[in-house]
């Protein structure tokens, strides 16, 4: 008898009206025969809620909550996956889209794995644009995703992680606390906290479909004198300052001078000079304990 744990799929909404149904949809087509889907909106300024709604005349067994306040993600988030049932989660921005075997090549892969202290399983995304056109590969020939203890390559930057392509143990959220909500985004600081203390697992195929549109977060880190930047910036540093604490050798210190330097480009082009010079206060501190 095969064994298919419950998997919990987290889709949150944010004026996302355009995209919602495809990424709802993705989630029921999947291959795999045991998911619970829960839905949050936080106070989309559109249509978001009435479009899920109507959604949801089809699917009555689904979970829906609706924001009276813009609560950002990693509130929204942590909501939900405190009240999921399922053994694995999976976050699942609602403009994204799961091809359809993704759950069932996660959770095979936790099921097959040889790593004994396994937390997360991530894999490989196309990007799309706001129309569903290919634009490329998350991962080309030149990146070398890893799998084990991939700490290091976490804070060192040699190769990023797509979250929308991943799926965590319920146990390793519990365990770290969920989504640190003083952040104004999450996937970094989860990968350093996760991958200090549990394994990650590669999967080498296309899991899920990223779009890129116009206001996608990452497009504000650059903008100057931008309130949302700063704020994204200024969780940066929070981040990279745990990061130091966290590191127990001199190679992850030089590897987390690595990302200083990256994300020092960020704080000039956007003119965060007090936040710069505070990233400079860390650089020298993590340079003497390279010494």
Same mark, same amino acid.
């Given at each position: 008898?095969?064994n298919?744990?419950?998997?919990?799929?987290?889709?949150?909404?944010?004026?996302?009206?355009? &995209?919602?149904?495809?990424?709802?949809?993705? +989630?029921?087509?999947?291959?795999?025969p045991?998911?619970?889907?829960?839905?949050?909106?936080?106070?989309?300024?559109?249509?978001?809620?009435?479009?899920?709604? /109507?959604?949801?005349?089809?699917?009555p067994? +689904?979970?829906?909550?609706?924001?009276?306040?813009?609560? =950002?993600? !990693?509130?929204?988030?942590?909501?939900?996956?405190k009240?999921?049932? =399922?053994?694995?989660?999976?976050?699942?921005?609602? /403009?994204?889209?799961?091809?359809?075997?993704?759950?069932?090549?996660?959770? !095979? !892969?936790?099921?097959?794995?040889?790593?004994?202290?396994? =937390?997360?399983?991530?894999?490989?995304?196309?990007?799309?644009?706001?129309?569903?056109?290919?634009?490329?590969?998350?991962?080309?020939?030149?990146?070398?995703?890893?799998?084990?203890?991939? &700490?290091?390559?976490?804070?060192?930057?040699?190769?990023?992680?797509?979250?929308?392509?991943?799926?965590?143990?319920?146990?390793?959220?519990?365990?770290l606390? &969920? &989504?640190?909500?003083?952040?104004?985004?999450? /996937?970094?600081?989860?990968?350093?906290?996760?991958?200090?203390?549990?394994?990650?697992?590669?999967?080498?195929?296309?899991?899920a479909?990223?779009r890129?549109?116009?206001?996608?977060?990452?497009?504000?880190?650059?903008?100057?004198?931008?309130?949302?930047?700063?704020?994204?910036?200024?969780? !940066?540093?929070?981040?990279?300052?745990?990061?130091?604490?966290?590191?127990?050798?001199?190679?992850?210190?030089? =590897?987390?001078?690595?990302?200083?330097?990256?994300?020092?480009?960020?704080?000039?082009?956007?003119?965060?000079?007090?936040?710069?010079?505070?990233?400079?206060?860390?650089?020298?501190? +993590?340079?003497?304990?390279?010494?």
């Amino acid at each position: 008898m095969q064994n298919f744990p419950l998997v919990s799929v987290i889709c949150l909404s944010y004026n996302h009206e355009a &995209y919602v149904v495809e990424a709802l949809n993705s +989630v029921i087509n999947q291959t795999y025969p045991n998911i619970e889907l829960l839905i949050a909106d936080d106070c989309s300024a559109d249509n978001s809620i009435g479009v899920i709604q /109507d959604w949801l005349q089809h699917h009555p067994e +689904v979970h829906f909550s609706t924001n009276e306040k813009n609560l =950002g993600n !990693t509130k929204t988030f942590n909501q939900l996956a405190k009240i999921a049932k =399922g053994e694995f989660i999976v976050d699942l921005a609602a /403009d994204d889209v799961l091809v359809p075997n993704c759950i069932e090549k996660q959770v !095979t !892969t936790f099921q097959n794995s040889k790593y004994k202290n396994l =937390g997360i399983v991530y894999g490989n995304i196309i990007e799309i644009d706001e129309n569903g056109n290919f634009l490329n590969n998350y991962y080309n020939e030149e990146d070398r995703p890893e799998s084990g203890d991939i &700490y290091k390559m976490v804070i060192g930057r040699t190769t990023k992680i797509c979250s929308v392509s991943s799926m965590i143990k319920k146990s390793v959220l519990e365990k770290l606390g &969920y &989504y640190d909500e003083d952040l104004a985004y999450e /996937d970094l600081d989860l990968w350093i906290r996760a991958s200090r203390d549990f394994e990650f697992e590669y999967v080498p195929e296309i899991l899920a479909k990223k779009r890129i549109v116009s206001d996608s977060l990452s497009s504000h880190f650059l903008i100057e004198n931008n309130a949302r930047a700063k704020k994204l910036n200024e969780s !940066t540093l929070k981040i990279l300052i745990k990061a130091y604490h966290l590191n127990r050798t001199k190679d992850e210190q030089k =590897g987390l001078l690595g990302r200083i330097r990256f994300e020092m480009y960020k704080f000039i082009k956007a003119k965060h000079f007090k936040l710069l010079f505070k990233l400079f206060l860390l650089e020298i501190k +993590v340079r003497l304990k390279c010494i």
